[in-house]
Every structure is written in structure tokens, then in C-alpha cells.
């Protein structure tokens, strides 16, 4: 989603950006995603609200010692702003050993109590493979989404786009499980050819205008209502489990009275 990887994604996809123009329906759930790139002036998220969108993606971290400086801010405006908020962390897989548990602890750090309040879920975005092999990225990816489930609660998103999932992943059908948001810049939505039975976001465009941003912004839209829309945010709502019931005072056994004298 950064400025370099929808570079790539342009050639990846340069057979169908012609079909942008037929993406969904103005009456879809949608909204953006954004990075500090989009900071090019200050972004009203009233009138990102006002144009439109119901939901927004912010980028919160990349690797394990970038954090967007935006992020903070974009989070508690767009949310002032009554819409739906989400993060995503953009990975850089590595060989070094710890790489994808670091990198899930950092964005954890980063979101804190956001995780726990009404909030998409967390998202791996993935689109570099740093060099690794199938098979190990498999088990990078592994790692990093198993890392935030255990440390938050919450089941992960996979953002990807099918060239990537194909020829970096072998197509691997092993992250079915967890929610699917695709690119790709076509007039349908992706599931990565049968990999997923299911999308629940598609980022159908990178060169949308959106009014309260300026420049150029990914768009996406929910595969869904809004009711769903929420209710996949409310999965994030932190409900402190109730105390356990006092345990039972145990009721005294008598003593037995002592035995009669032997008066043998």
C-alpha cells in the first residue's frame, strides 16, 4: 500500500486498469486506506465521512521500528468522524531468527487498547518477500499472524494480491481461515483463484480521489452491510469476564462422639 509496492502492483495488473472504471457501485460499503503519503495536507475525515466512506485502513507500522506519525492522530480524527476504523502492518520479512514474532509485537505495542476497542482486525499486509524462499515465507507468515492472535484476542486479516500470493506464496492454501482483503484492480473482486471460498475486503483501486484527501487514494470496498461491517468491528470490543461465582463454605463434618468406656 505504500507508495513503492503500488508501483509494482501497477505492471501486475496493467492488463485490467482499464476496468477501475466499472468497480463497485456507488451504494457499496466502502472507504480508503492510508499512509503517511497521503499526508500531503491535512486530511479532513469529516469530509471523507461526508463523501462517502463508511470504513478506514491506516497504516500503524512497517517492520519493527517504523510507526506512521500520522497514525495516532488519523485513528482518533477518523473515529471522531464516526467511521470504522482498522490498522495495518506492513511486513518485511526477513531470515533473521525472531523477525515475524518482533514485527507482530511491535504493531500490538503500537495499537495497544485500540485492538480491544471497536476496531477491525489487525492486518498483515503483504507484498514483499525479502527474499525468502516459498516455504519459509509460509512459515513467516505463519508466525506473525499466530503472534498477534495469541497477544491480542483478535484473528488477523491477509492483505495481498493474487501475483504475489501465487508465485511468493505456491498459491498456498494454508491462511484460508483468516479474513481475506485482495487487491486487485479489475472490474471483480479477487479470492486469489479458489485460494479463499470468501473475500471480505477488495482494494479495487489506487488512483481514486476522495474528497478530504488530497492526491491520489487506495479504495476499497466491504463484502457486506453495514450492520456486518460493524459487527466485524465489534469483535474488537474488550468485555472484562465476569468475577467466578464465591466458592461454596464447606459445611463442617460433626466429630464423631468418642467411644464408650471399656469396662472390661
Not at 468497480?23 to 469530509?47: C, E, F, K, Q
Not at 484492480?185 to 470468501?198: A, D, E, I, L, M
Request: glycine fraction near 8%; proline fraction near 10%.
Amino acid at each position: 500500500m505504500s507508495s513503492t509496492s503500488r508501483f509494482r502492483r501497477t505492471f501486475a495488473s496493467a492488463a485490467v486498469i482499464v476496468a477501475v472504471a466499472a468497480a463497485p457501485a456507488l451504494a457499496a460499503i466502502s472507504g480508503p486506506d492510508v499512509s503517511s503519503w497521503n499526508h500531503a495536507g491535512v486530511i479532513s475525515w469529516t469530509a471523507v465521512r461526508n463523501a462517502g466512506a463508511s470504513f478506514v485502513f491506516i497504516k500503524a507500522t512497517e517492520g519493527t521500528g517504523y510507526t506512521n506519525p500520522h497514525f495516532a492522530n488519523d485513528w482518533r480524527a477518523s473515529g471522531n468522524a464516526h467511521l470504522v476504523r482498522g490498522a495495518y502492518h506492513f511486513a518485511r520479512p526477513s531470515g533473521r531468527a525472531g523477525s515475524a514474532a518482533a514485527q507482530a509485537r511491535h504493531l500490538v505495542r503500537v495499537m495497544g487498547g485500540r485492538l480491544h476497542r471497536q476496531s477491525l482486525p489487525p492486518v498483515l499486509d503483504l507484498e514483499v518477500s525479502g527474499g525468502l524462499s516459498p516455504r519459509r515465507l509460509i512459515a513467516w507468515t505463519h508466525t506473525w499472524l499466530s503472534t498477534v492472535k495469541r497477544l491480542s484476542g483478535r484473528t488477523p486479516m491477509i492483505y495481498s494480491y493474487p501475483a504475489f500470493w501465487w508465485r511468493q506464496m505456491a498459491h498456498t492454501t494454508a491462511f484460508r481461515s483468516y479474513p481475506l482483503w485482495g487487491a486487485c484492480y479489475c472490474s471483480q473482486p479477487t479470492r486469489f483463484g479458489g485460494v479463499w471460498s470468501h473475500w471480505t475486503f477488495w482494494q479495487y483501486s489506487a488512483w481514486s480521489r476522495v474528497r478530504g484527501i488530497r492526491g491520489q487514494v487506495d479504495m476499497n470496498r466491504f463484502n457486506g452491510t453495514r450492520s456486518q461491517l460493524l459487527a466485524l468491528a465489534n469483535h474488537g470490543l474488550h468485555v472484562t469476564p465476569p468475577p467466578p461465582p464465591p466458592s461454596p463454605t464447606p459445611t463442617p463434618t460433626p466429630t464423631p462422639p468418642p467411644p464408650p468406656p471399656n469396662d472390661d
